[in-house]
């Protein structure tokens, strides 16, 4: 018994000393299998997925936080201008006078309330003294036609500030954790009123015709002379004259020529939202730009030279298209209150478009939009 006793603890020792140098030689086998540069498997670089898992966020649009916005702001557009053109090869219609109706430049002779009886009317007055010759007895009216310019009239006129309306709605997707940044995209539509207006005189050379009436030897009353409607007073023959064409005349043209327009402005682009502090954020974005220039080209002149003094005054209608690119940068300062979600804002945008083009007749426009500078105020609300 002692000494199977015996034997069998000396069998379990050599076991358990087999073992423990087999366990150390797979363990040596082992370390010099191993590459020396290799990793634990814990201590792999993450994947792109993985890694764009742990820096951004998707944000879902039925989600906790607020993915959506919409502001309304009033916007000031500056650095706005535009350049005003005649030509000098243009024989441009004066349509202040109405010698067909007796009403000229420098007089009328209209019907009285008689009725111009017995041919007579003494609904009629002039200007000049230089009108009545004496020793022909005559009275003579005259009405100008048409202007052209002596050289081509070219202005370029800068525009005073004008005031609009901008509405933007924007979306953002993703959330960029390592820097608290919102990254979406804007959709933004702008109207904006534009004024420019040209009161640069021009030199001009004046065609007109002249009317003659025999004064039938009546007692003319000295210049300038305005009878009345009622039929008293000198008479003077009612039957209308006969135009016969008289010499070009140099003369001025004075008045405004005005560009009154609507700029509608449609924008879309990528949008970042920087979260400065809790209630204070940045936001920028950028893209294309399109837009659409619509209204009227209007002229109110004056003409004026040797016995004319005449107002011409009409519109034509203007529309063009432009496009270019927009930069924008806003201050938000958000505001919570009662589950509400708004915010207020300002902000500045650089908008570089091409020029809008109008013309007829001779007489041109172009508004210039490349150095379009916007600020803007306003509140939004975040959904």
């Known amino acids: 018994m002692n000494q199977g006793g015996g034997t069998n ?28 540069g290799a990793k634990p498997e814990s201590s792999k670089a993450p994947s792109a997925r993985e890694e764009f898992s742990q820096n951004f966020v998707v944000l879902a649009p039925q989600g906790e936080d607020w993915t959506s916005h919409f502001h309304i702001g009033a916007f000031a557009g500056l650095n706005i201008g535009a350049n005003f053109h005649e030509s000098a090869n243009t024989l441009f219609g004066i349509a202040g006078n109405n010698p067909k109706k007796g009403i000229y430049d420098d007089g009328y002779v209209l019907e009285d309330q008689t009725g111009n009886a017995g041919g007579y009317t003494g609904y009629w007055g002039y200007d000049n003294a230089s009108q009545y010759n004496v020793a022909a007895q005559t009275l003579t009216f005259h009405a100008a036609n048409s202007f052209s310019l002596s050289s081509p009239g070219n202005a370029n006129v800068n525009g005073d500030p004008s005031v609009g309306v901008d509405l933007t709605y924007g979306r953002d997707y993703l959330y960029y954790k390592p ?3 919102r990254i979406g995209w804007e959709l933004g539509f702008d109207m904006l009123p534009i004024n420019i207006t040209d009161n640069e005189p021009l030199s001009a050379n004046i065609t007109q015709s002249m009317y003659t009436y025999n004064t039938g030897g009546i007692v003319v009353p000295g210049a300038p002379y305005q009878g009345g409607p009622s039929g008293q007073g000198p008479l003077l023959p009612g039957t209308l004259a006969t135009g016969v ?10 008045g405004t020529r005005s560009l009154n327009l609507d700029l ?3 924008r879309l682009g990528p949008s970042f939202f920087w979260d400065i502090s809790e209630n204070l954020g940045l936001s920028v974005s950028a ?5 659409c220039a619509a209204g009227n080209y209007d002229y109110n002149e004056n003409i004026t030279g040797l016995n004319i003094n005449s107002h011409n005054q009409g519109s034509f209608g ?9 930069v924008n940068a806003m201050l938000k300062y958000h505001i919570v209150d009662n589950g509400r979600n708004a915010y207020l804002f300002i902000g500045a945008q650089y908008t570089p478009m091409t020029a809008a083009h109008f013309s007829s007749g001779g007489r041109s426009a172009q508004l210039n939009l490349d150095g379009q500078v916007d600020f803007t105020a306003g509140m939004g609300w975040l959904f």
């Not at 893209?287 to 837009?291: A, E, L, R, S, Y």
């Not at 203007?318 to 927009?326: K, S, V």
């Open 264 to 266: 509608f402005t449609l």
């Open 9 to 36: 603890l000396l069998a379990w020792g050599v076991v358990c000393c087999l073992a423990g140098v087999t366990t150390e030689s797979m363990a040596q086998t082992n370390a010099v299998a191993a590459p020396s």
């Open 287 to 291: 893209g294309p730009v399109i837009g």
């Open 179 to 181: 820097a608290h940044i």
């Open 318 to 326: 203007a529309l063009d298209m432009t496009y270019g690119g927009y």
């Open 245 to 254: 064409a008289g010499q070009p005349t140099s003369g001025m043209v004075t």
